[in-house]
């Protein structure tokens, strides 16, 4: 029998756990209020990728919140008789902008490239009235550049981080900043490219289809390879039978302590 969720709770999805919610929005806005910490947005892509890297395995696990965010994860849910809905990860960051706005949240941005981040700060000064943003970091620093660019950032202690490295990048180098974390921090993967119009998202009935796979190769062909993901965490997860999950977690403190 299907379970419809009130009250959350967590459960896992291939050892990976996921926070199960009527409502991300407040369990985002629960997470603030008790201090903040790291959303992590889970997908089959990364479901499978986390069972091959312990590093990201880590990670997911030692995040504050768990979103499920891809059809894949809703459907193995479901597999479970856990009945939600899907949570699209661009959706709550930029209801994240909005109430950070309304709220006078402090507002950093992490990642993407120099062009796409620096238009991506006038659009969302237009469209986001009040919009407090006190940095914006593009992915391309020097590596060795990173350290001082982090005490920065950490000093201007902001409310909401939003990170736009890529999956693994974005969710390691949130996990590696010193904790317990101030404000939210979510990785956003390409959030900031369809914001600033330089990619765009599927349309909605693609979406209510579960075809966004189907759109996301279509504009970038060289996806292929990681979409061979989405069959094998079907068959995992039918199977019942997945790959040994990673078990290694790295600690919470600054790289190369």
Not at 11 to 23: K, R, S
Not at 44 to 52: I, P, V
Not at 53 to 73: F, M
Request: aromatic share 6%; net charge positive; proline share 8%.
């Amino acid at each position: 029998m299907a379970t419809n969720v009130t009250a959350p709770f967590q459960a896992e999805v291939l050892g990976m756990p996921v926070n199960v919610c009527d409502d991300v929005f407040a369990a985002a806005s629960g997470l603030f209020e008790r201090g903040g910490g790291q959303i992590v947005t889970l997908n089959a892509e990364m479901t499978m990728a986390a069972l091959a890297d312990p590093a990201l395995a880590g990670a997911i696990r030692g995040a504050d919140l768990v979103i499920p965010d891809g059809a894949g994860v809703v459907w193995a849910l479901g597999r479970q008789g856990i009945k939600v809905r899907r949570a699209p990860g661009i959706e709550l960051a930029r209801q994240l902008l909005e109430h950070a706005a309304a709220q006078q949240w402090r507002v950093a941005l992490v990642g993407s490239s120099p062009q796409v981040l620096e238009k991506l700060c006038h659009i969302l000064a237009k469209e986001i009235p009040g919009i407090q943003l006190v940095i914006a970091i593009h992915g391309y620093n020097d590596p060795q550049a990173w350290p001082a660019i982090e005490q920065h950032l950490l000093s201007l202690h902001p409310d909401l981080t939003l990170v736009a490295l890529g999956v693994p990048r974005q969710e390691l180098w949130i996990q590696s900043l010193p904790h317990p974390l101030v404000g939210i921090w979510m990785g956003v993967g390409g959030s900031f490219d369809v914001w600033a119009g330089t990619k765009k998202r599927a349309p909605r009935w693609m979406g209510q289809m579960h075809l966004e796979w189907l759109y996301r190769l279509l504009q970038e062909p060289t996806r292929w390879r990681r979409m061979l993901a989405l069959p094998a965490f079907m068959r995992a997860v039918l199977s019942g039978n997945p790959p040994r999950p990673a078990t290694q977690r790295p600690a919470k403190g600054r790289r190369g302590e």
